[in-house]
Nanobody, 125 residues
Framework: QVQLVESGGGLVQAGGSLRLSCAAS????????LGWFRQVPGKEREFVAAISGSGGTTVHADAVKGRFTISRDNAKNTMYLQMNSLKPEDTAVYYC??????????????????WGQGTQVTVSS
């Protein structure tokens, strides 16, 4: 497994921006897909974005398409989520995830087997 640590969360006003980072250590990082998910208390965790092992293919949820951008720097073993035009409904704990089996980005959280501890993002209106 790979160890994942998120950072960059915080409090921001609606319309503002944040960049989340996910630092990885452990097994070979660059071969496999990574993803971002988010969860609001009392609700199921939902897919936000995913990126292939090479970084050449990305997938974004419809709710964030055009506002959020996922990227990765394999030389730094780090993944990012640039979040622009934030809305109060983006408020959640954001988790990064890694899969040890797949190189392509998938939306299903069941395909990811390593998770970070989460970072809180709060967007005020």
């Amino acid at each position: 497994q790979v160890q994942l640590v998120e950072s960059g969360g915080g409090l921001v006003q609606a319309g503002g921006s944040l960049r989340l980072s996910c630092a990885a250590s452990g097994r070979t990082y660059s071969s496999y897909a990574l993803g971002w998910f988010r969860q609001v208390p009392g609700k199921e965790r939902e897919f936000v974005a995913a990126i292939s092992g090479s970084g050449g293919t990305t997938v974004h949820a419809d709710a964030v398409k055009g506002r959020f951008t996922i990227s990765r720097d394999n030389a730094k073993n780090t993944m990012y989520l640039q979040m622009n035009s934030l809305k109060p409904e983006d408020t959640a704990v954001y988790y990064c995830a890694a899969t040890s089996l797949y190189r392509s980005p998938y939306r299903s959280e069941s395909l990811y087997d390593s998770w970070g501890q989460g970072t809180q993002v709060t967007v005020s209106s």
